[in-house]
């Protein structure tokens, strides 16, 4: 699509309804300020995801009470901008609209807040969403305690046969920041087909330091971010950034600990090219994941972990640094930009403003490929709507798919400009140890468009090609 012309600028800036993931929020806010740093950002993505449900928890850090008042008060703060907000793209929902979403869920401490008859009003909001005659599936992103959710699952379970469950369930993918109650571990054991994203841990924070989720911003925190940037997440970055620009900015808070330790759950909901929702172990700005049952677990997850003698692992190798972390701050640079821009968005006009390119690549992006055989790819159609110079950088990714088996293939890139040439050179990465498993059968490999502006801030987006590596006849 070109983007010339201020129609076509708001269709090349909206994602279409049916592109856009729907979600529910379950947070703790009010027991730390990430929470409310993580809504902010939420909101500013608010015509790109469809926001069901905004539900104030209780969680091992806030046992006794939910905080929906401070949900409110970010979503007025978010309808003094909203105005400016469309003059950049359509599709904001009021604040009106929002403020109908927000409820408390269960006011006390894990499972023992939940039963047959405590069915709290951010319950019957979850199960509303779930109901909701709607082809896409309800992302849960649970930022505090799971009780709700759990509250919820009960009370289908109870009240509908069991094909009325299997229905409601099979709706659901949810991402948790870690276990902050009693309540993920019963889900993932009583519902085993339920879709889950985590890394379960024990409800104190004595093992968030190795959880993905940290690669936001955990790095001095934790210290667990070795390689990462940490000059895009500091408070003095965010001072000049965020929170000097008008109202919703005014809204954010200062961090305790770490920046929006929260905002991984959303991240790849954000239709930036990368496709992250299509599976985990794809990767994006949220992080990668893979498919494994961890120990104690009932059944397999979407978490970390995985088979390092084959390198099928959850970890990333960025700029000779391997960690789990860095599956989320590889990509730090864009989604701060990002961020910026966004809150530029609630203060300027449409032409003080930068917008994303619109990144667009000739042919399927799904294609099988015998060894030694080479591919093009063109991308000379990609625009910029704010007529920016565009950067293209072409890459393999090669841990991406690794999350359910099957072989991660090797691939060389060329690239000059808008245009690559991938080379398939075997089906089979190199193992720890040559030759001792066999490679059989073909493979898949992800080769990743980023196309960034020279706007600013800088702003990127991608496209991810899949290439199905097959061995020689």
Request: glycine share 14%; net charge neutral; hydrophobic share 35%.
């Given at each position: 699509m070109k983007c010339l012309g201020a129609l076509a600028l708001l269709a090349c800036l909206a994602a279409p309804a049916e592109a856009r993931e729907r979600l529910a929020v379950l947070t703790d806010i009010g027991n730390e300020p990430d929470d409310q740093m993580s809504l902010v950002r939420l909101l500013l993505y608010s015509n790109e995801i469809d926001i069901e449900a905004l539900v104030a928890t209780t969680s091992t850090w806030q046992r006794s009470k939910t905080s929906p008042e401070i949900i409110r008060k970010v979503v007025a703060a978010y309808g003094?901008?909203?105005?400016?907000?469309?003059?950049?793209?359509?599709?904001?929902?009021?604040?009106?609209?929002?403020?109908?979403?927000?409820?408390?869920?269960?006011?006390?401490?894990?499972?023992?807040?939940?039963?047959?008859?405590?069915?709290?009003?951010?319950?019957?909001?979850?199960?509303?969403?779930?109901?909701?005659?709607?082809?896409?599936?309800?992302?849960?992103?649970?930022?505090?305690?799971?009780?709700t959710l759990a509250q919820a699952l009960i009370h289908v379970r109870d009240t509908r046969p069991s094909e009325g469950l299997a229905a409601f369930v099979a709706r659901l993918r949810v991402y948790s920041i870690s276990d902050q109650d009693d309540a993920g571990p019963w889900i993932r054991r009583e519902f085993p087909q339920l879709f889950y994203v985590v890394t379960p841990s024990s409800p104190n924070g004595e093992e968030y330091a190795r959880a993905t989720w940290t690669g936001i911003s955990g790095d001095a925190f934790y210290r667990n971010g070795a390689g990462a940037d940490g000059g895009l997440v500091t408070n003095e970055w965010l001072d000049r950034n965020i929170r000097s620009k008008g109202p919703l900015g005014a809204a954010y808070p200062k961090f305790m600990f770490i920046m929006e330790g929260d905002t991984?759950?959303?991240?790849?909901?954000?239709?930036?090219?990368?496709?992250?929702?299509?599976?985990?172990?794809w990767g994006g700005w949220g992080g990668r994941y893979v498919l494994r049952q961890p120990?104690?677990?009932?059944?397999?997850?979407?978490?970390?972990?995985?088979?390092?003698?084959?390198?099928?692992?959850?970890?990333?190798t960025v700029a000779g640094v391997t960690s789990d972390q860095a599956t989320i701050w590889r990509w730090r640079s864009a989604y701060q930009n990002d961020f910026a821009a966004r809150m530029d968005w609630t203060v300027q006009p449409y032409l003080k403003a930068n917008h994303p390119p619109e990144v667009k690549v000739g042919g399927t992006?799904?294609?099988?490929?015998?060894?030694?055989?080479t591919l093009a790819f063109d991308a000379r159609g990609t625009t910029d709507p704010d007529r920016d110079q565009l950067t293209f950088r072409w890459f393999a990714y090669p841990e991406a798919g690794a999350g359910t088996g099957g072989n991660l293939a090797d691939i060389a890139v060329r690239d000059k400009g808008p245009v690559a040439r991938v080379t398939a050179l075997s089906p089979c990465r190199k193992a720890w140890i040559d030759d001792l498993v066999p490679c059989r059968g073909g493979g898949q490999a992800h080769l990743i468009l980023a196309v960034t502006d020279d706007g600013s801030p800088a702003l990127t987006r991608y496209a991810r090609m899949i290439l199905t590596v097959e061995p020689k006849p």
């Open positions: 003094q901008v909203q105005p400016n907000l469309l003059r950049h793209a359509p599709g904001w929902p009021s604040a009106q609209v929002l403020e109908a979403r927000i409820s408390a869920g269960q006011g006390g401490y894990g499972l023992a807040a939940n039963g047959r008859y405590k069915l709290s009003d951010g319950a019957r909001a979850l199960i509303a969403a779930g109901d909701k005659d709607d082809p896409r599936p309800l992302w849960v992103s649970v930022w505090g305690g799971a009780n991984p759950a959303f991240l790849n909901l954000i239709p930036n090219g990368l496709d992250s929702t299509e599976r985990p172990d120990y104690g677990e009932s059944r397999p997850i979407w978490t970390q972990g995985g088979d390092w003698f084959g390198r099928a692992t959850s970890a990333d992006l799904r294609r099988t490929v015998r060894v030694g055989e």
